[in-house]
Structure formats: C-alpha cells, structure tokens
C-alpha cells in the first residue's frame, strides 16, 4: 500500500494532520490554494461561514474553494463530504442542515479522522458522523444522501470515473453535487506541472474542464456547471514558490506557462 499513489496520499495527509494537532496555529497566508500544505485557509471563507468551528478544524483546511456555499444545505438535509480531512466542510454543513438533518464526513487516513473527531467533540455537534472508506467505495447504501460535497479530493483519485459514479449512486434522485476542485485550463507542459506541483499541490491530477464534464456525463449526472473560482495567476504562484523558499526553481520556469493555467472551481451537477 506504501508504495502506491493511495498510499502516498494517505501518509502525506496523515502527516499534516498530526502536524496540524501538535501544533495550534500554522498559517501560510496563502489566497487561492495551498491544498498541498499546512494552511491557514481561512480566506477561502468568508466569517459566518466558520464562526463556530474549532480552530484545529480551520487550521487543518485543505481545499481549494467553498464547496458549502455552492451546495447550500438545507434544514433537515443529509450531506456527504467526500474526503473531509479534519472535517471544516462537514462541520459548516452541519450549522445548515441542523439538528434534523445530517452530515457524513469520508476519509480514507486515521490521523484525519482522529482529528474531524477531536474537532467534532470540541464542537459538540451532533449530526455529524465521521466514516472511514474510500470514495470510490463510499460505504453507504444507494439514494440516502441529498447533497455531496467535497472539496480538493477528486483530483487527488486515480479513478475520478470511480469516485464520481459513487457519488451519483448515493446521491438520492433530485440530489445535487456541489464541490471544490481544482482544474486545468490551458495545457502545460508534463515537467512544469511536476514543478508546480511540488510547491502547489493538487495540480499532477487535476483535469481539463472538458474531460471533468464528459466523466460527469458519463456516469448520469445532468445540468453540469463548472466555474474557476479562484484562479492561480503567476502572482499567486509566486508567492507561495516564495513561501516556501522554492523561489530559485521557480525563477527557472515559463512563467507565462503556468499564468492562469489552474484554478480551484466549483463543480455542480445533479442527479435528476
Ligand atoms: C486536500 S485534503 C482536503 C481535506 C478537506 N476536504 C479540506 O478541504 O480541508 C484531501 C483529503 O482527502 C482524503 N482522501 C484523498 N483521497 C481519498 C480517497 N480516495 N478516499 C478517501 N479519502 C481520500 C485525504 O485523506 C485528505 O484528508
């Protein structure tokens, strides 16, 4: 298992979140994405979304947009959150559906669950549950779930055509998916995506617009919308090549290349 890609996922964001439940504050600053590293994505939400929530929950965000705003949970919903980390979807889920409703988080690596429980306990919520499982085998039965989030997951999968058919199996008719992921928008070459991704993160699996749609397609979903949301300008890029001291490698690469060709998007579709 070490030695596969699922493997690698798993110990690397088994690795963040232990870093993220031994230490209280780890902030990068970064705006558009940092699904790749340790972060304070707090601006990826606006205040009334993570009022409420625990600090090690808002620490450990990974993602790459605001999939809850996409999905808007209702009173008495249930969600799924494919891939939930230390839960800052579910957990701001969970104010929306309230106590009628219901918010399932899935994640395939302990330490991530370990510390979506931490987080759920201090938060004292109550209609949230955490499973362990991979998305492509999302351990719940057929049409029991009315929204799907995620967020920064699905480009990490090998199988996205897995990941997505699952989702369009629970999903109950009339139900909605509404999640963040990243995108490519124009073509880069392979050993510039590979250098992007060292410091960016969430690049090497990420797919065209075109392709997420026709995989969307394919597996049932109807009234597919997929908009950037938060684009990866060269600035952006730059910044967090300097944050992370990678700023030599960078200054060795076509920045024109990589200007404006990823960004975090919101993916929605329904199950009509
Ligand atoms: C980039 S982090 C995002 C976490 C969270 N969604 C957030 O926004 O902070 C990716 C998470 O997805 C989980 N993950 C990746 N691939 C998975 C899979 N195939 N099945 C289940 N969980 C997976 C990882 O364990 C990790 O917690």
Wanted: glycine share 8%; with cysteine.
């Amino acid at each position: 298992m070490k030695n596969t890609i699922k493997g690698q996922v798993k110990a690397y964001y088994g690795g963040i979140a232990k870093k993220v439940s031994a230490e209280s504050k780890v902030s990068c600053g970064c705006s558009a994405s940092c699904c790749g590293d340790v972060t304070n994505n707090q601006n990826l939400y606006t205040k009334d979304f993570i009022e409420g929530l625990p600090d090690e929950a808002i620490n450990a965000s990974l993602g790459c947009a605001n999939p809850v705003v996409l999905a808007n949970p209702k009173l008495g919903e249930t969600v799924l959150d494919l891939g939930s980390g230390g839960g800052i979807d579910v957990f701001i889920s969970s104010k929306y559906v309230g106590e009628s409703g219901k918010v399932y988080g899935l994640d395939m690596t302990d330490e991530m669950l370990e510390l979506a429980n931490k987080n759920k306990e201090k938060m004292e919520a109550k209609n949230v549950e955490f499973i362990k499982g991979y998305i492509e085998d999302i351990p719940l039965e057929n049409e029991t779930i009315d929204v799907i989030t995620s967020n920064c997951v699905i480009n990490l999968c090998e199988s996205k055509e897995k990941a997505l058919s699952e989702a369009y199996r629970v999903l109950k008719k009339g139900g909605r998916l509404a999640i963040a992921d990243v995108v490519v928008l124009k073509d880069v070459p392979e050993n510039i995506k590979q250098s992007v991704e060292m410091w960016v993160g969430c690049i090497a699996g990420a797919l065209p617009v075109k392709e997420y749609e026709e995989i969307l397609k394919k597996v049932g979903f109807k009234d597919i919308e997929i908009t950037p949301v938060n684009i990866y300008t060269r600035e952006i890029i730059e910044d967090i090549a300097k944050q992370k001291n990678l700023g030599d490698i960078y200054s060795k690469i076509n920045v024109e290349l990589v200007d404006g060709a990823f960004a975090g998007a919101h993916v929605k579709a329904y199950k009509l």
